[in-house]
């Protein structure tokens, strides 16, 4: 019976063994093909999409991660000297920093694709004590420039000169004194007003920003939700009605394969090169992966802009002969105006710009670059800063516009925006709950599983060892006893 038992037991031994070496080396196997890596991937896939019900699509929908406009102004400090023809100036003021509001009304969807319109508003949220949209602020006269500058092109001058000697009171001078207020949102002046009446503008003020712009609201725009195809999620097909921009020369006018720089298609590769739509700037731009960073404890790739995406268009007129490291955004408006963008504090700019002008510091490219700290799984921008300089050129003009004559030409700042946003702790638990966990708890379980079957294949080696160890010794003790009894027979 003993014998029985202990060879019951190497048996079954033996067997688990086995049974437990198998599938260890299958999980193995299966770790090595990707079938659990191609698993999680679907799952990721399939969640990360813009599709009713998913918290991205909640999100997406009506943001409750916080949105901010931060405006960094430019004030002339020495308005008489500029006149005069010595440098501008300047001291920066800021953060005026605006709430922004997004919400979505979805016109249709279907077939892999979301049709909608977007409310964008702004609201201003005093940053400190020290700003306020009441704020006065000293800059160049924008629109005595831009005017000036159309008629020049026009061939326009003296009936300019003759409009404003004659009707526009008082005489637009080379500096305006304006709010803050006024001069992002609503500017107006009596040059603008004289302008308006004679049907040269399309409104009595000027808009640099716009609060709730009309083709937001009323033009749709048309995305992938990536329900077909997760590699397109987000992405453009149609902005504000349009399908292609009409503005540039080159793929800066293809929205196709860009997203609004919050949302890009869930696992994202380092070797990627993104595009992100600025809606400031009207334009497709392309950033590529810089480093590996961490927000608010998750990690993130950090992805950055293109230098050559900031380089002279041949575009149009003054397009041509554009500085390294500033774009032409004179196409943009109706009539042409002599504006430009580039990041900001002329960072990857021609050195001549910022040599230009005084009191403004070099760049600093951990403050000034504009970036994306995407979660790699999601796609989810966990961080973006989505930055743009704006600046006008001034320059001699002919005699029929004095104040101009004595100026030295200068590319003019303005004022810089930072449009950014940050991960908060809604969006930090709605990620965690929907990947983190989840995917930690499936790869910890794959480990667990497969270290759980190495220790049980060891132990029940070690058993299997043991029991045969028994068995051997329980036959060498059967065979001496044998031995013994056949010794006393045969005395």
């Given amino acids: 019976m003993k014998k029985r038992g202990s060879a019951v037991c190497t048996c079954g031994c033996l067997f688990a ?72 100036s300047f001291k920066e003021l800021g ?27 702004f609201h201003f949220e005093s940053f400190t004590d020290n700003y306020s949209e009441n704020n006065m602020i000293t800059t160049i006269n924008f629109a005595y420039v831009a005017a000036i500058y159309y008629a020049n092109t026009s061939q326009l001058q003296r009936d300019l000169q003759l409009l404003i000697d004659t009707y526009v009171r008082p005489i637009p001078q080379l500096v305006v004194h304006t709010t803050v207020y006024e001069l992002l949102w609503e500017y107006t002046d009596p040059l603008v007003n004289e302008l308006y009446k004679r049907k040269l503008l399309s409104s009595p003020y000027i808009n640099l920003q716009l609060n709730n712009s009309y083709a937001d609201r009323v033009f749709p725009s048309i995305i992938h939700s990536g329900t077909e195809n997760s590699l397109k999620t987000a992405q453009f097909i149609q902005y504000a009605g349009m399908k292609e921009l009409p503005f540039w020369k080159n793929e800066a006018n293809f929205i196709n394969s860009s997203t609004e720089g919050l949302l890009y298609h869930p696992l994202i590769h380092k070797s990627e090169k993104l595009q992100v739509f600025i809606s400031d700037s009207n334009r497709t731009f392309h950033v590529h992966y810089q480093e590996e960073v961490s927000v608010r404890g998750i990690d993130a790739y950090r992805f950055r802009l293109v230098e050559s995406d900031f380089r002279p268009d041949p575009n149009y007129l003054t397009g041509n002969n ?36 005084d009191g403004i510091s070099p760049p600093d ?15 989810c921008a966990l961080n973006a800063h989505l930055q743009l300089q704006l600046l006008i050129n ?98």
């Fill in 17 to 88: 063994t086995l049974l437990f070496l198998g599938l260890a080396i299958a999980i193995s196997v299966l770790i090595e093909v990707g079938f659990f890596k191609k698993t999680l991937d679907d799952y990721v896939r399939k969640e990360a999409t813009l599709e009713p019900g998913h918290e991205i699509y909640e999100q997406w929908i009506n943001p409750t991660v916080p949105m901010y406009k931060d405006f960094y102004i430019f004030n002339l400090t020495n308005p008489n000297e500029f006149a005069r023809g010595a440098k501008p």
């Fill in 95 to 121: 953060p005026y920093r605006y709430r922004e509001f997004r919400r979505r009304k979805i016109l249709s969807a279907g077939n892999g694709t979301i049709k909608y319109v977007m409310n964008r508003t």
């Fill in 322 to 357: 554009t500085p390294i490291g500033l774009i032409y955004l004179g196409i943009l408006q109706n009539p042409q105006v002599p504006v430009y963008g580039s990041k900001p504090h002329f960072l990857d700019c021609d050195k001549s710009l910022l040599e230009a002008v």
């Fill in 365 to 379: 490219r951990s403050k000034h670059d504009i970036v994306g700290d995407i979660e790699p799984i999601t796609g």
């Fill in 394 to 491: 001034v320059s001699q003009t002919s005699r029929y516009f004095e104040p101009f004559n004595r100026i030295t030409p200068v590319y003019f700042p303005i004022f810089y925006v930072d449009e950014h946003a940050t991960m908060d702790e809604e969006l930090k638990s709605t990620l965690t709950k929907l990947v983190i966990i989840p995917l930690t708890a499936v790869n910890s379980a794959i480990w667990v599983a497969l270290g759980l079957c190495c220790f049980m294949s060891l132990l029940t080696g070690l058993c299997t060892i043991r029991w045969c160890i028994k068995l051997y010794q329980f036959r060498d003790r059967t065979g001496e006893r044998i031995h013994l009894l056949l010794q006393k027979t045969e005395s």
